[in-house]
């Protein structure tokens, strides 16, 4: 709910000069820019005014500039809430990159660390208590980190003690100001898991305030039945739930968002609440082990080790790869698997399995060369790589669902270390450049609503993602015509460009397209359980 608005006493002070001297009662203000306050509403030209830590004027009839310290000249800019981040990589990096520079330079001012196979801070509460950082930072109780703790990565259902505690684990980091359950189940060990598992887990915190946040299951050949799992898990433990990073990944899985979408439709029509999210890309970005059935990663690289060394066991793996790389993982063309880091011959970071094969004197379409050369990489230590597989016209269609936000899905990313996926740097610059100004397939109200209002809400966050007298003052101010993506595939690190101011709490992070140095990010803590209406 938006905050009262202030109401200010100004007195204005007569000495013996010919016009009145106003006292400064704001600490930011920002003139004639056009606001895009973050409902999905047309915007305005006004004068945005900041005291502390809060907005307390939005005038459409203009401020006074000497009334304040810092005057922000916005004529032809466009001023917005900061963004949200709905899922980045960042839980224990962001002790490491407390400025997140790739982040802030995109807008954001708020990062969600929904950890899916990633490790969690522990103690949540003292960690992320410590922390001093530009960007705001949420936290997540994770389901992988749960399970590890207590049954390591072991392919098996949890015994009833070991349930209960894992489900302790849930508890305590919802205690600890965690948001609700995050789920990778995806990857090993979290796809060891069956449904009722994560159903009883997210009971738990569903009981404390949370909502459920999940990387499905799969996204590609099963990605029907993912989605029926996320919204079984959302019906039967009462939880509000959120699909990250929605796709159709594979080309024979294109256009299945326009069935994805309807069982979403549905399950809300139901009286369910689920949400989604993307990056605006199309290609994702993960480990080697996606490239294998699951079962033959159980037990660490040695178990690995042992079964392809098993003639019978390898052979069962190649055929079971066969079907996961032409249904899920690029068909045929070894060039989708763009190696972003691989540890056993980095001179091939940035280029393709296709040239990795061909060098080796096979055939760069040639899927069972490829397979043959994944095992090796993966016994040699496996690699990150980008994959592309997926249609633009599903983008496009995810991004224009109503109940769609935005992630990046990226890192916290040294500027020339490794080989990321450009969305660390481009995702939300590239929602406002290709989708909002080329391609024209969404609104800036609507763009900049997902990117603000709904995840501030989602999340519990009343108090950000508006703007408007009383809230907290998360801006940013940018050209629309400049703003820009320039991370590629081939050359990631390019930060995006147009980002002028970046306000956190009311405190510049970024002044004329530098960055302040400035660390006035906070944790906002959980639960988070709030419906979008």
Request: glycine content about 10%.
């Amino acid at each position: 709910m938006i905050k009262p608005v202030l109401i200010l006493s100004i007195t204005a002070q007569f000495l013996s000069l010919p016009a009145p001297v106003y006292a400064q009662v704001y600490d930011v203000l920002i003139l004639g820019g056009e606001v895009v306050d973050g409902t999905g509403s047309e915007r305005f030209r006004a004068d945005v005014a900041i005291r502390g830590d809060r907005i307390v004027s939005v005038s459409r009839k203009g401020i006074e500039p000497s009334q304040a310290h810092t005057v922000i000249e916005a004529n032809g800019r466009v001023v917005t809430p900061g963004f949200i981040d709905n899922h980045a990589h960042v839980q224990i990096s962001i002790a490491g990159y407390p400025l997140s520079e790739n982040f802030l330079r995109q807008g954001i001012t708020t990062l969600s660390s929904s950890l899916h196979s990633g490790g969690q801070p522990w103690p949540l509460e003292s960690f992320a208590s410590s922390l001093e950082m530009a960007p705001n930072m949420v936290f997540w109780a994770g389901h992988t980190w749960s399970r590890q703790q207590v049954m390591g990565n072991a392919n098996r259902d949890p015994t009833p003690d070991e349930l209960e505690e894992m489900k302790d684990l849930v508890k305590e980091s919802m205690k600890q100001g965690a948001m609700g359950l995050s789920t990778g189940l995806l990857y090993v060990p979290a796809n060891y898991a069956e449904t009722e598992e994560v159903i009883e887990l997210a009971k738990v915190a569903q009981e404390l305030g949370g909502i459920y946040v999940s990387h499905m299951r799969n996204e590609g050949a099963g990605l029907i039945e993912s989605v029926a799992e996320v919204i079984r898990i959302a019906d039967e433990a009462d939880i509000p739930a959120q699909i990250n990073h929605h796709k159709a990944a594979g080309a024979g899985q294109w256009g299945w968002s326009e069935h994805t979408l309807a069982m979403i439709d549905s399950a809300n029509a139901d009286g369910l609440n689920i949400v989604h999210d993307l990056y605006p890309y199309t290609a994702g970005s993960t480990g080697s082990s996606v490239l294998f059935p699951q079962w033959a990663l159980a037990g660490g690289p040695e178990a690995f080790r042992e079964r392809v060394e098993d003639p019978e066991t390898r052979a069962q793996m190649e055929d079971e790869m066969r079907t996961i790389w032409r249904t899920d993982w690029g068909g045929d063309d070894l060039a989708r698997v763009q190696f972003r880091v691989l540890p056993s011959d980095p001179s091939y970071n940035g280029r393709t399995l296709a040239d990795y094969a061909a060098d080796r004197g096979f055939d760069r379409m040639d899927i069972e060369a490829g397979i043959d050369l994944a095992i090796e990489l993966h016994e040699g230590g496996g690699f990150s790589a980008i994959y592309h597989i997926m249609d633009e016209a599903d983008v496009i269609r995810i991004m224009q669902h109503p109940l769609a936000m935005i992630e990046t899905d990226g890192d916290n990313v040294g500027f020339g270390e490794g080989f990321p996926h450009p969305r660390s740097y481009g995702a939300f610059a590239r929602v406002l450049a290709r989708y909002v100004r080329e391609l024209e397939v969404i609104s800036l109200e609507e763009a900049v609503k997902k990117m603000t209002s709904m995840p501030a809400l989602w999340l519990g966050q009343d108090e950000r993602g508006v703007i408007a007298p009383g809230m907290l003052a998360d801006i940013a101010v940018f050209d629309p015509d400049v703003i820009q993506d320039m991370a590629s595939y081939t050359e990631p690190h390019q930060y995006s460009v147009g980002i002028e101011h970046l306000l956190v709490n009311g405190i510049p992070v970024i002044t004329k397209g530098a960055l302040t140095g400035d660390r006035p990010g906070r944790w906002l803590k959980g639960p988070a359980a709030r419906p979008i209406s």
